[in-house]
């Protein structure tokens, strides 16, 4: 659809809305939704939540929210409530619902923010928690649309989630939110990370084809938002026939997991990923169209590779080893900031080098571990709960508040 007519598309829509709210109120409803990304996908805490709902709450009234074809018709092949966002339905089930859950902003469950209703209660689920800012906190470059969305959603919200005080009060600047209004339930998603759902174990099997491997690794750095963009294995010293002989010869499962938009629109990461891949069968994609949950990945990773993402907190939950290549700390925190000191608590060392690469990797296929101290220290900072019942504490919080 032209920019023209997405326009057209979403005016038509806020009009309805607007129309709708004359008629339609939520007084005496208790009808939940849940979205995510934008209505684009079935993904992230909020399904992680909606398919707790679906196994343990069928008393409750409540929908997924979409804008998506796909996802409409994977949910009701299962027999599962979703509604389209972009239908007179999905508008009317939008004012009559009492309470929302979501990931990313008010989109995950209508056309724009302007459609939802004042009267509508947001409980904020988030994408994930990381070192860096994000959202509202971010140094440099707040899109003006996405702020009214994230304040909007302030305004209406009954509570949002976090993993522990200290995350509570170091996240609150990123959403526009007091530390209070966080409650401390864990992530919803992070309950896969203690007991993978049958599609993860699956999906996993597909995937690998139930071939075996000495030590399974994923590299998953952040995506930047600002330029320059990410960079692949950053190392003056790589030398990618080497590197892939290496992981080949030492019976390695090298993952490979950037960003989707740095595989469409960072040529210098697609070219080093696609000679990567090209080189060694044990170099594998495993991004949003392998594996849309990465936390139905992460309980099949031996270790992780990464820098300033999200991932790595989740990781904490397993215990397992974790290495860095913050190869440009300075930049990012000049444009991005950071919510705590980045460097003070990493749990796991720096890679500067190929040759740091491959020494990190004989120790892990060594068994040889040093970090497990620093990861148990962020670890417990990071994580009131590790026990897999989030969105048990969260549903509980949802029913007192009925």
């Not at 709450?57 to 804008?67: A, L, N, S």
């Not at 906190?137 to 976090?162: H, I, P, Y």
């Not at 990461?269 to 991004?287: D, E, F, G, K």
């Not at 949950?293 to 907190?313: K, Q, R």
Request: net charge positive.
């Amino acid at each position: 659809m032209n920019t023209y007519l997405h326009k057209l598309y979403k005016s038509y829509f806020l009009v309805l809305s607007k129309i709708c709210s004359l008629f339609v109120n939520n007084r005496g409803s208790e009808i939940i939704l849940f979205g995510a990304r934008d209505g684009n996908y079935f993904m992230d805490n909020s399904r992680a939540l909606y398919e707790w709902y679906t196994e343990n709450r069928k008393d409750k009234t409540f929908y997924w929210m979409t804008v998506s074809a796909q996802v409409e018709q994977l949910l009701k092949s299962k027999g599962l409530p979703v509604m389209r966002i972009d239908s007179l339905k999905g508008v009317y089930t939008l004012h009559k619902a009492k309470y929302a859950f979501y990931t990313n902003r008010l989109r995950d469950v209508a056309i724009d923010y302007r459609a939802v209703p004042s009267s509508l209660k947001m409980i904020f689920l988030s994408h994930g928690q990381s070192v860096k800012n994000t959202r509202l906190a971010v140094n440099v470059g707040v899109d003006s649309g996405f702020k009214s969305d994230s304040l909007k959603a302030a305004a209406q919200t009954l509570f949002a989630v976090s993993t522990s005080p200290f995350m509570a009060q170091v996240q609150a600047k990123s959403n526009g939110l007091k530390p209070e209004t966080y409650k401390l339930t864990g992530f919803p998603r992070n309950d896969w990370m203690f007991n993978p759902p049958g599609d993860a174990v699956t999906n996993w099997n597909d995937f690998t084809g139930g071939k075996k491997y000495k030590k399974i690794i994923l590299y998953a750095p952040t995506w930047r938002r600002t330029a320059p963009k990410t960079l692949m294995f950053p190392f003056a010293d790589l030398n990618a026939a080497a590197f892939a002989k290496y992981i080949t010869d030492n019976d390695i499962l090298l993952l490979l997991r950037p960003h989707i938009q740095d595989l469409t629109n960072n040529e210098a990461c697609a070219n080093i990923t696609r000679q990567l891949c090209a080189l060694s069968p044990n170099i594998r994609l495993a991004t949003i169209k392998e594996f849309v949950e990465a936390n139905y990945l992460l309980p099949f990773v031996d270790a992780l590779i990464s820098d300033y993402s999200s991932i790595y907190h989740d990781f904490l939950l397993l215990d397992r080893p974790i290495l860095f290549v913050p190869y440009d700390l300075h930049t990012f925190d000049q444009d991005n900031g950071f919510k705590y000191p980045y460097l003070e608590y990493l749990p796991g060392p720096v890679i500067g080098s190929q040759e740091d690469l491959i020494l990190a990797f004989n120790a892990l296929l060594a068994g040889n571990d040093h970090f497990s101290g620093h990861r148990e220290r962020l670890s417990n900072l990071i994580y009131t709960y590790k026990d897999g019942q989030s969105s048990n504490r969260l549903a509980q919080l949802l029913q007192e508040a009925l």
